[in-house]
């Protein structure tokens, strides 16, 4: 069974960081992709980054480049979302996905087959 486990989420004041981590465990897939996803209240949910398992590309909304860094711990089977220059704007439930395949599109959610149960990030001004 494929279990994603989100953790790392708080409240920060406007400016700080936080980085999200996103346990994955029950994979027995040769070609995947982990997504980060958020969604804030009464608005859709959205892509933020993600990461192929074969050759490592990543993918940034441009809403956080330049902020937000993905990475991934293999032997942890761990995908980190480092979050630096918080904005308040970026509060929100944030949500690891797994993906079967190599995603088309990699920030679209419904190229995802698993969810974590998210993390809230609340970032105040």
């Known amino acids: 069974e494929v279990q994603l486990v989100e953790s790392g989420g708080g409240l920060v004041q406007a400016g700080g960081s936080l980085r999200l981590s996103c346990a994955a465990s029950?994979?027995?897939?040769?070609?995947?992709?982990i997504g980060w996803f958020r969604q804030a209240p009464g608005k859709e949910r959205e892509g933020v980054s993600c990461i192929t398992s074969n050759d490592g590309s990543t993918y940034y909304a441009d809403f956080v480049k330049g902020r937000f860094t993905i990475s991934s711990d293999n032997a942890k089977n761990t995908v980190y979302l480092q979050m630096n220059s918080l904005k308040p704007e970026d509060t929100a439930v944030y949500y690891c996905?797994?993906?079967?395949?190599?995603?088309?599109?990699?920030?679209?959610?419904?190229?995802?087959?698993?969810w974590g149960q998210g993390t809230q990030v609340t970032v105040s001004s």
């Open positions: 996905a797994a993906s079967v395949h190599y995603p088309e599109a990699p920030l679209y959610w419904l190229e995802y087959d698993y």
């Open positions: 029950g994979f027995t897939f040769d070609d995947y992709a």
